[in-house]
């Protein structure tokens, strides 16, 4: 989606426009093909070839404009970054380069050089680089009055080896929060742009791929023990994207509608580009995962005997001195080749990458398989198409965790235990991790399938229109597979669940959409030019699900619902339609300053049957000051203030507006109903009001700045009202009295700290702050959550902690906590705790997030990269040490409670409603080691030896250390709820507790890039 | 040939104009296919619209469905109050459901107050009674809007909706400690029980009208069930007197999806979730095997690996259909109302009544005290596991076992002493009338 720059741009508009454009291209091409030779032989060559770099990441650049200063002789790199200009017309010029997104270039270089190597560094404020904003084309930034973070992905993929896209968005973009699940391989992400703005709808930004848009669903598959953990944005393989774009939040998203308050997220897939040949990549990932220091992380469990004995019990102690490791080392594969090529005409880029990756327990592990095809074609001057086909195909085997894992067992086991049922060796839940291992495998097959047909046309010199069709086509079978449990393990289960059982959720999406826009660009007078766009989207989803579950085979093997003993199933399908429609003016004078309206009108299916339509107004104004004549400050080269006002809207979810019962099975097993959902035919999307100011620039010719602050409202804020059940409706009622109020800072930096011939050091940093807040809930005192700790309260953030909090309590003889003292909130003075109410312990969401990473580069050859990032300012609830001191009683506290302040013992001996809680609630502020690595680019030389144009090695470790107080397993880690039965839930990452989940993994990964 | 000399003839314009209309309809049926798939209405093929169910043609399914939920929310009822009584102990892993038994209970615990009627581990109580208890309520209220000509058998589905709505009532008097109606005020034990008197005022005169016997038996046991908690003995007397002692009002349950299961035996048998408490094992009367109270080692531990499973054969299959109103608990009703009276003879004959349908030794008798306690004890046994212990418990004020403050076995924690179930803060929170507020 990038366009060159100005010049190449109108070069090649031109050729394109005229037949004989081409025609004389094309002769001139071959005069000089023709005449070279002769020339060669008879004199020194003045021709000059090399390769152009990323200095950051030694990738190769494609389509950098190379030529020779002070003339017109100039040429485009390939996609191995290779250039060759046949003759630079003199013994010794100047070379000058130029890439949209890096900082120009100029090297004084001898004619006939060959291996030429120049390294680029990549600039953030780039004010011609075009990015996609949702119109006809895509908008400068000069013109655009909100941020847009860009993460040029096939670089960053190299530097970082990222498994997958969450991973490749964090860190990388300012003010997007992505929180992991669990460190199971397979397992996905969520992302939350500036934080939260919504209480009770999805907070996932809405995914285009290539300008359409695609099923986005964070916690997939099954919903048993952290069988949901996969997220769709993760099929897209990392290898075929050239960049994404991030546009954060309403102020941006107007034209997107009705379900872009969240934000958008652009994924911009390769595309070929004409070349002489077909450029072949070939990409090798070898990597390994493991639990760093299981020893040091996991505790030793407790319990007294009927006789006052305490044995202790540790399982990493026990299996060790058995000579058995519970957990192995995880093993990443991957394999990618790519072509691509074409002429002026067509150009294609086909790709097909194989995943087959194992997780640190036998029952993880997955494989993947995807391809992925575009084709640009150009059929005439005022008409270019592009098709891209991608499909994935492949099983995750998520394991499980929560509490049928070996994680829980090691979590949760007891001395007693072992003592009591010796077979279970103590492990909590009675389940050794072999058992589970043999027993349970959670999995999802996916087939995803995703096609768009884009169509431009330029009728005219001052218009242009452009209609995008596109279709996702995801099929999942999630699958709870509890097998025949062998014969040595049945004493540990139910004569029933020993039999094993089966639950199967097929969950199939169809999303289809249908995206024409036009823009008409007229010169009002010599320095006004107009920009009118109209425009107007269709989006349709079904999806269509079954579920089948099975329960007891008779033999062991059997796997399907078929062979089950006891058989329940059921279908349903659900559609969803919006259509809107759009129109924005922009007005720029003299290409600096530019003021930019639009408005949005949409409606959708979900709506109650009383609201209309939903319309979204938005404003933006940019102006780059630098460009101005009595722009003085001459170190500061470029300066763009922009601000930008708009609102954009948040659908709730279907049905949520109609009142209905559920068919069942009555009595008598007759046919009958049941109240299911109380609705609200008045309900309406959340709409979220943004303000964004904020500039962009560049000081010294080496440091760029982006600096935002935004100013977030959400009004008709929709709350997922519990319903009293005396009104006899179970569940909740979606409605539209809430108001969330949410602001920040967001500042993206890079610095060319040195830049050297054979050195150089750049430092990117970004941080982002958020603060969000309930301002109205709509006269309701609360409401709870799962875990019940967390609640949304008027006044305080969104699902904020909230509990007992002890401030003074004595032991008694027998270790028992008496005299319970409790926060007595606000301005009051403690209380006795029966009578002393929750108090607010904490937020959620980080307050602030950001990452620094450096990168050394030495003799253009090898990089050095390492990044840091942090989350900081938010809690977390430690339900391992609730359930295990709490709870389940296995903590020394529970047996030697002498030893503890007598404040924790209060909450062990009374947390486990988690009522009294404050000691379980911690600070999960932490920093990450999260990537390093070293990059080596072989010279050219060495690279042909394998026939390839272009070799490259990196080793890269992730995750490598954490700083952090936070004192349980990992402050990453959540248990994903999966409140619906076949439906992902609208929002698992709200729900914030830790427990007995996979931490994040230390990984190595070794990767080999070839092109030929 | 005229023909086709005037398609030879045709100009150039008039042939377009042709492919023009040929385009005009291809567009037009391209709309008309497009509005298929642009419709914004909802589709809902898989639920029922409200606007749609509330019509007089529906009034048997109405009745039915409240009938149904009534079914299963008393098997979810009769397990956590077991839990929570003395009749069943925990044995699951799940520790969502350890705060039945451990007697934890507190208003903001989801299993109780949200669970629903399809949790076959864990159960729920306020929520599939109270839906129960509206959905019998509504249909009730729109019963009594229709005529009998828009509804043929009226009379009769008014009797069943206000029995069942009677005896959602019974259920949520009986156990809670405060409880409300159609997001209505706090209300106390006594005053649902009085609504519930008067829901089986109205099915038994609608009984009558109709002349259904079952209903009008089911309403006067239900009647004289609540008119004993209310203290009003000889209204109560009356009303069980009526009722044949072979008369059996049942819950039905079948195999066919885990809502219609007997929840009581699906714990039992299958999730090996609850084993009977140890207190209900091994009963005999004068040294006889008490055939009531049939409870047999099953020779398995429970989910959690170490509680043995003791099971009552009373609910021998997941189709096993629970008592909701019988001629035996009447007779247990009229000995109740004989002791109030004074009539400790009578009471005794009413024991001995029930003991010799179970081929049980006679009761010789004894002090009206220990003939009080004698029939506290042939209640506990004749109406095991029927969702009556929890009120015995909390009317008589039994001492609860183990004593609050014992530790919970196997899983951590403490007994409680919780004996009523609080009103959930779901109901206080969203109920409009409360608003959070305690009454």
């Known amino acids: 989606m990038r366009q060159e720059t100005g010049q190449i741009r109108a070069r090649t508009a031109s050729a394109l426009a005229s037949p004989r454009g081409w025609c004389s291209t094309a002769i001139t091409a071959l005069l000089l093909v023709a005449s070279a030779t002769p020339l060669l032989a008879q004199q020194p060559s003045r021709a000059v070839s090399g390769t152009v770099v990323s200095a950051a990441t030694l990738t190769p650049i494609q389509g950098a404009d190379v030529r020779v200063q002070g003339s017109e002789t100039g040429v485009l790199t390939d996609v191995s970054g290779r250039f060759r200009i046949a003759d630079v017309g003199a013994d010794q010029v100047t070379i000058v380069v130029r890439r949209i997104r890096f900082q120009p270039i100029t090297q004084t270089v001898r004619a006939g050089t060959t291996d030429l190597r120049l390294a680029m560094t990549e600039a953030t404020v780039q004010l011609d680089e075009v990015v996609v904003t949702g119109t006809t084309v895509g908008t400068q930034q000069r013109s655009i009055g909100n941020s847009v973070a860009s993460i040029s992905a096939a670089q960053e993929l190299e530097r970082s080896a990222v498994p997958d896209v969450g991973n490749l968005i964090n860190a990388r973009a300012a003010g997007v929060i ?68 991030i546009i954060k939040g309403p102020a941006a998203a107007t034209i997107y509608g009705t379900e872009a308050s969240n934000g958008v ?131 995750t085997h998520l394991g499980s965790d929560y509490g049928l894992g070996a994680m829980a067992g090691t979590l949760y086991g007891s001395p007693l235990l072992a003592q009591a049922v010796p077979l279970t060796r103590g492990y909590g839940f009675n389940v050794p991790p072999e058992v589970v291992w043999a027993v349970v495998d959670n999995s999802q097959e996916l087939n995803r399938f995703t096609g768009s047909l884009t169509f431009n046309h330029r009728p005219t010199s001052w218009f242009t229109q452009r209609f995008i069709a596109g279709l996702d086509q995801t099929s999942e079978d999630n699958q709870n597979l509890n097998n025949f449990v062998p014969t040595q393990w049945k004493p540990l289960f139910s004569p029933s669940a020993a039999k094993g059982s089966l639950l199967q959720d097929t969950r199939a999406i169809t999303y289809a959409s249908g995206d024409y826009s036009g823009t008409a660009k007229f010169n009002l007078t010599s320095g006004l030019v107009s920009n009118t766009s109209i425009g107007g989207q269709y989006y349709r989803k079904k999806t269509r699900l079954g579920q089948v ?24 399908f659900i559609v969803n339609t919006t259509i809107g429609l759009y129109a924005q003016e922009q007005l720029g004078w003299n290409d600096r300053l530019f003021l930019t309206g639009a408005v949005r009108v949409d409606n959708n299916s979900a709506f109650g049957e009383d609201f209309d339509f939903a319309t979204y107004p938005k404003v933006a104004a940019t102006w780059v000051i630098s460009e101005e004549p009595f722009w003085k400050l001459g170190f500061i080269n470029t300066l763009k203030l922009r601000s930008a006002y708009g609102v954009s809207g948040l659908q709730p979810d279907v049905f949520t507006a109609l009142r209905t019962f559920q068919p069942i099975t009555g009595t008598g097993d007759q046919a009958a109903v049941t109240p299911q959902l109380i609705g609200n035919p008045d309900l309406k999307p959340e709409r979220g009001t943004e303000l964004e100011v904020g500039f962009d620039a560049m000081a010294f010719n080496r440091l760029s700045l982006e600096f935002t602050y935004f100013n977030k409202k959400t009004k008709d804020a929709i709350l997922l009202r519990p319903v009293a059940p005396s009104l006899g409706f179970p569940g909740s009622q979606y409605v539209n009295i809430g108001e969330v109020s949410n602001h920040g800072l967001e500042a993206r930096a890079t610095l060319q700290a040195l830049t050297r011939d054979n050195f150089s050091w750049e430092i990117t940093g970004n941080v982002g702050t958020t603060k969000d807040k309930i301002e109205n809930l709509g006269g309701i005192p609360f409401i709870s959550l799962f875990p019940p700790v967390q609640r949304h309260v008027q006044g305080y953030p969104i699902g904020g902690f909230w509990a007992k909090r002890v401030t003074s309590a004595t032991l008694d003889a027998n270790g028992k906590a008496q005299d319970l003292q409790c926060d007595g909130g606000p301005g009051a003075a403690p209380m ?181 | 040939m005229r023909i086709t000399q005037k398609w030879g003839s045709t100009p150039v314009a008039s042939r377009s104009r042709g492919w023009r209309y040929a385009y005009i309809a291809l567009f037009a049926g391209t709309l008309g296919a497009c509005d298929q798939i642009t419709s914004l209405d909802q589709e809902a093929p898989s639920r029922v619209l409200a606007n749609d169910l509330y019509k007089p ?71 599939p009674i109270s839906i129960a208890r ?38 949520l008097g009986e156990s809670s400690c405060s409880a409300a109606l159609d997001g209505g005020p706090e209300l106390t034990p006594e005053q649902v029980l009085t609504e519930a008197e008067a829901r089986f005022t109205k099915a038994i005169d609608a009984a009558q009208a109709a002349n259904n016997t079952d209903i009008l038996n089911m309403a006067r046991v239900g009647r004289a069930r609540v008119r004993v908690d209310l203290k009003k003995f000889a209204e109560a007397k009356a009303d069980a007197e009526s009722v044949p002692l072979e008369y059996v009002h049942n819950a039905t349950y079948s195999a066919a999806n885990a809502r219609r299961e007997n929840l009581v035996q699906t714990q039992l048998y299958r999730g090996l979730f609850s084993s009977v408490d140890p207190s209900f094992r091994n009963l005999t009367v004068e040294g006889v095997a ?91 046994r004749e109406l095991f596991l029927e969702g009556q212990r929890i009120n015995d418990i909390i009317r008589f004020n039994i001492p609860q076992s183990p004593d609050a403050g014992t530790p919970f076995p196997l899983k951590g924690g403490l007994y409680g002493n919780q004996i009523c179930f609080p009103l959930p803060d779901v109901e206080r929170n969203n109920n409009p009338t409360l608003n959070g507020k305690s009454s």
Not at chain 2, 146 to 171: C, F, H, K, M
């Open chain 1, 178 to 245: 992505v929180t992991s699940g669990s460190g199971r391989a397979g397992s996905g992400t969520g992302i939350a742009i500036r934080g939260r703005s919504t209480i009770s709808l999805n907070q996932q930004p809405l995914l285009y791929i290539d300008g359409v848009r695609v099923a986005n669903d964070v916690a997939t598959g099954t919903r048993a023990q952290g069988g949901a953990g996969v997220a769709r944005l993760n099929d897209i393989a990392p290898e075929d994207i050239e960049s994404i774009e």
């Open chain 1, 265 to 395: 997220i652009q994924v911009i897939t390769k595309r070929g580009r004409a070349s002489d040949k077909a450029r072949w990549g070939l990409s090798l990932r070898q990597g390994t995962s493991w639990f760093q220091d299981p020893e040091g992380r996991l505790p030793t469990n407790y319990g007294k005997t009927a006789t006052g004995e305490i044995l202790s019990w540790n399982a990493m102690e026990m299996e060790k001195a058995r000579g058995f490791d519970i957990w192995k080392n995880g093993r990443m594969q991957s394999y990618t080749g790519s072509v691509s090529g074409g002429t002026n005409l067509a150009q294609y880029y086909v790709s097909s990458t194989y995943d087959t990756d194992k997780g640190i327990e036998p029952n993880n592990y997955l494989d993947r398989f995807s391809g992925n095809a575009n084709i640009n074609m150009t059929p005439s001057p005022k008409i270019d198409v592009n098709a891209r086909v991608g499909y994935v195909t492949g099983t």
């Open chain 1, 549 to 572: 579950t099975g329960r007891e085979f008779p033999a062991p093997g059997l796997k399907t619902a078929a062979a089950a003993a006891i058989r329940d199933g059921q279908q349903d």
């Open chain 1, 832 to 1012: 006795p705790c029966a009578a002393a109410p929750v108090v607010f312990l904490g937020t959620i969401t980080p307050k602030a997030t950001g990452a620094v990473a450096n990168t050394f580069t030495f003799w253009k050859q090898l990089s050095l990269y390492a990044l840091v990032d942090f989350k900081n300012g938010n809690k977390i609830l430690d339900a391992n040490e609730y359930a295990r001191c709490a709870a389940l009683s296995v903590c020394e506290v529970n047996v030697r409670p002498e030893k503890y302040d007598p404040r924790y013992v209060a909450n062990a001996q009374n947390g486990s409603s988690l009522v009294i809680a404050d000691e379980f609630i911690h600070d999960a502020s932490f920093a990450m080691l999260r990537e390093v690595s070293a990059t080596y680019s072989l010279p050219e030389k060495y690279a042909r030896y394998a026939r390839a144009t272009r070799a490259s090695f990196t080793l890269a470790g992730r995750n490598l250390h954490r700083w952090t107080g936070f004192k349980g397993l990992d402050p990453e880690s959540r248990s994903l709820l999966t409140t619906s039965s076949i439906t992902p839930a609208a929002n698992p990452f709200q729900s914030t507790f830790d427990q007995a989940v996979t931490p994040t993994l230390a990984q190595f990964i070794a990767t080999l890039n070839l092109t030929f």
């Open chain 2, 57 to 127: 043609e529906n009034a048997q399914l109405l009745v039915t469905s409240t009938i149904s939920d009534f079914e299963c929310a008393l098997a979810q009822y009769i397990v956590a109050t077991g839990l929570v009584g003395d009749e069943l102990i925990d044995a699951q892993l799940s520790q969502a459901g350890w705060d039945y038994d451990r007697r934890t209970i507190v208003p903001s615990l989801a299993a109780y107050s949200t669970g629903l009627c399809t949790s076959t581990q864990v159960p729920g109580y306020y929520t």
């Open chain 2, 134 to 171: 509206a959905t019998a309520d509504k249909i009730l209220t729109a019963l009594e809007g229709w005529t009998d000509e828009e509804v043929p058998n009226r009379q009769a589905l008014i009797a069943q909706a206000a029995a069942y709505a009677g005896y959602s009532l019974v259920l």
């Open chain 2, 290 to 380: 008490d055939t009531r109270v049939n409870v047999i080692d099953a020779g398995v531990n429970g989910q959690d690996g170490q509680t043995p499973i003791w099971r009552a054969t009373k609910y021998p299959t997941i189709d096993t259909p629970i008592p909701i109103a019988s001629g035996d608990e009447a007779i247990l009703l009229v000995a109740e109302a004989d002791l109030d009276a004074g009539d400790v003879t009578g009471a005794v004959d009413a024991i001995n009544a029930l003991r010799n349908k179970a081929s049980l030794p006679t009761y010789g008798g004894g002090t009206a005290d220990e003939v009080k306690a004698q029939l506290i004890e042939e209640r506990r």
